[in-house]
């Protein structure tokens, strides 16, 4: 492989780390106007299913004109006077605590996932708390909230056979109840009910149910995966910072960022939040009116932390999701219930792929990169099911692609190189056809077919794997089955692999913490250096440019540094990709060292 293909290679790689934030910030997810409707592909119910009728007949409002209710980007934070009561409802794998305030849950433990806090960027240190969805967030999850509907939002809370109810009771004869009750595993359930005990008929406003708010999962966390999703049965949409941004494309210009995201649709199956490892996702059985997802900006650490530790999050937010529902009419003794069924739990695809309602798509494993992403998480636990090590798998999985491809990488490599030995003979058509282009084409071409070479053969291999290499780094950026996972001296496959700190170097840029130093971190380096020796193994051509070579020189110094602070589990894997590529880039000289002489001449001769 020449250097023009180590620079295609080089090109290919960097658009693996960006091309999702670059797409992101060119092309912005769409706001879909509210008189649309989506394609349908799973079944529905009809929107006012979930009301039951005690009494008499429970009347819609109209939802023909909804912005003026959708609309309220600027929603007052909820505040309360009272001390705040709690109730805990666990199992052994996830505990919710419920609180008067709102008649929400406010956290959403996960047992068997430990919260890590790293401490000036050292190793990885337990505090003994386990990681808690909804963390950070200013109003409880899967709730009212406050409003017309529930007042000062005081809720008493009651213990029940199977689980929790928390109720609010209106002057006006409207009791609000909230029933929770725990599924099977990372599933709960919860139920609304809005039940009028009046004499009069009353006219229920139309109200959000919040969902719940996408936050960091500490306060060093980036939150470069964060953010909002929803399904309409036939497309799950990503809402993230960049839709906020409303960035338009280049730098020059930058529009006014977006405060709130609205969709309606006739059949919402699902709506979510989630960060990098960890997702909550509701399930209504009654179908809502639309989504929202508000921007809440979370407070920043003070100038003396940031100074202290440079590696904390320096503006944090929270992406807030709710249903939005329509006004309706409840008269004496009618009921409006409206269920709801919730996964609050890791992004395991193993686990939300069995959901008939297709839960799995929050990983966001769609396209052929997003297919590749899956295909190799499957490869991957199907390996740790049998080596019990993720770093292992890793490594043999990445040695497992590697052969695969082998024999198209073979082909392209002789191909390049047949390329490169017949280059001065095509240089010397391009030069005495130099003022005719079109013979130019002509004769190089001929000659190539009579010489039964391809210039596209050197590319192919490199476009067939480069949605794998892609899907590959997607697929180990987010895989929960990486964190906690400890490989030789990394104690954490979802981290960097930080040996040692080394003090009064944080103000190196990229690589260097501001207030902590630099971290010391091996793999990164071990990368480094086998880039360094592949490159030595494919000298420059003789037409390249010195200002090129140079480039190329260093163009390894350059992905350590952007790689420096990445995962183990990538670098692990580009590491183990390089060493492959070095025994292949050898056993092939070592195979056309001889022929290709005889070959060449031969050639040369015709």
């Not at 967030?137 to 939002?153: C, F, K, N, Q, W």
């Not at 809440?296 to 440079?310: D, K, M, R």
């Not at 930080?498 to 793999?523: H, Q, R």
Request: proline share 7%; glycine share 8%; aromatic share 10%.
């Amino acid at each position: 492989m020449d250097r023009k293909s180590i620079t295609f290679m080089a090109v290919c790689l960097a658009g693996m780390v960006g091309l999702k934030f670059v797409g992101d910030w060119i092309w912005p997810t769409p706001l879909r106007p509210l008189t649309s409707t989506n394609s349908v592909s799973l079944p529905r119910s009809d929107a006012t299913s979930g009301v039951k009728s005690t009494g008499g007949s429970v009347e819609s409002l109209p939802t023909a004109n909804l912005r003026p209710m959708l609309t309220t980007t600027n929603v007052p934070r909820p505040s309360f006077n009272t001390a705040e009561v709690t109730e805990i409802l666990e199992n052994d794998i996830i505990k919710l605590s419920l609180t008067s305030h709102g008649g929400g849950v406010r956290l959403i433990e996960l047992k068997k996932y430990p919260a890590s806090e790293q401490l000036g960027i050292e190793k990885e240190k337990l505090t003994g708390e386990v990681v808690a969805l909804n963390r950070f967030a200013s109003s409880p999850a899967l709730t009212l909230g406050v409003g017309p509907l529930t007042g000062d939002g005081l809720f008493t809370l009651q213990r029940r056979t199977g689980g929790l109810r928390a109720e609010k009771k209106m002057e006006n004869g409207l009791v609000v109840s909230q029933d929770y009750s725990l599924s099977n595993g990372y599933f709960f359930n919860t139920t609304v009910t809005l039940e009028n005990r009046g004499q009069q008929t009353l006219a229920l406003p139309g109200y959000d149910f919040a969902i719940g708010s996408a936050t960091p999962m500490d306060r060093m966390d980036k939150a470069e995966v964060q953010g909002a999703y929803w399904f309409d049965g036939n497309k799950a949409e990503q809402i993230s910072a960049a839709w906020f941004a409303n960035a338009t494309f280049g730098c020059a210009t930058i529009s006014t960022p977006r405060t709130e995201f609205l969709a309606q649709s006739t059949n919402i199956v699902w709506a979510a939040v989630h960060n990098q490892f960890f997702a909550m996702i509701d399930q209504p059985n009654e179908l809502p009116l639309g989504v929202r997802v508000r921007q809440i900006i979370l407070p920043a650490p003070s100038a003396v932390e940031w100074a202290t530790n440079g590696a904390l999050n320096p503006a944090p937010q929270a992406f807030e999701t709710s249903f939005v529902y329509g006004p309706s009419e409840l008269k004496p003794g009618d009921k409006v219930i409206r269920s709801h069924t919730v996964y609050a739990g890791p992004k395991e695809y193993r686990q939300l792929k069995n959901s008939d309602k297709q839960i799995d798509l929050v990983m966001d494993f769609t396209g052929i990169t997003g297919f590749c992403a899956k295909a190799l998480l499957l490869l991957l636990n199907g390996l740790h099911d049998i080596i019990p090590s993720y770093g292992w798998s890793i490594v043999v999985l990445t040695v497992l692609i590697k052969l695969t491809f082998w024999p198209l990488t073979n082909a392209s490599t002789r191909s390049m190189k047949r390329m490169s030995a017949l280059q001065p003979q095509i240089n010397a058509i391009k030069e005495k056809y130099k003022k005719d282009p079109q013979k130019m084409n002509e004769k190089t071409m001929a000659f190539m077919k009579e010489n039964k070479v391809n210039p596209m053969a050197g590319c192919l291999p490199l476009l067939l794997t480069f949605p794998v290499f892609i899907g590959f780094f997607f697929m180990l950026r987010t895989s929960i089955e990486l964190r906690g996972s400890p490989f030789l001296w990394c104690s954490d496959l979802s981290r960097p692999d930080t040996l040692a700190l080394i003090p009064g170097l944080g103000f190196l840029p990229m690589i260097g913490i501001t207030g902590v130093g630099l971290p010391l971190n091996l793999m990164p380096v071990l990368y480094l250096g086998t880039a360094w020796w592949l490159s030595t193994l494919t000298p420059a051509s003789p037409q390249m440019d010195p200002a090129q070579q140079k480039m190329l020189r260093y163009m390894p110094v350059f992905f350590g540094i952007l790689f420096y602070n990445y995962s183990a589990g990538l670098t692990l894997y580009w590491t183990v990709q390089n060493l492959m590529s070095i025994l292949q880039t050898k056993s092939t000289k070592a195979q056309s060292t001889g022929p290709s002489v005889t070959t060449v001449t031969s050639m040369r001769r015709n």
